[in-house]
Nanobody, 129 residues
């Protein structure tokens, strides 16, 4: 059974940094696969913010471009989201998600959460001024 487990969420001040982790188990990443980070603020829809494919090509949403970086360590089966220069509007629950098959950034930002069947439990990020 595929499992995803996030960690790394915390409360930080504006301008701070965090590195989220998502450890995957129960599947191999040797085939085409697509892994992503989403976030959901209270009262808001879950939004996709970053995606990476099995060739380690990543795409990030415009509002976090230049501040967030997605990466994947195949040896550790761990997905990362490096978040720098955090803003109050980044406050949300952050989720990792995965699906088999290749993906592109355009597909990801069009399809959103509906395109993913496997989710972690989430990790809370709170940014205060």
């Amino acid at each position: 059974q595929v499992r995803l487990m996030e960690s790394g969420g915390d409360s930080v001040e504006t301008g701070g940094s965090l590195r989220l982790r998502c450890v995957a188990s129960g599947y191999t990443y040797d085939r085409d696969a697509c892994q992503a980070w989403f976030r959901q603020a209270p009262g808001q829809e879950r939004e996709g913010i970053a995606v990476i494919d099995s060739e380690n090509l990543g795409s990030v949403e415009d509002s976090v471009k230049g501040r967030f970086t997605i990466s994947y360590d195949r040896a550790l089966s761990t997905l990362y989201l490096q978040m720098n220069n955090l803003k109050s509007e980044d406050t949300a629950m952050y989720y990792c998600a995965a699906r088999p098959g290749s993906c592109t950034g355009s597909w990801f930002f069009n399809m959103g959460a509906a395109g993913f069947s496997t989710w972690g439990q989430g990790t809370q990020v709170t940014v205060s001024s």
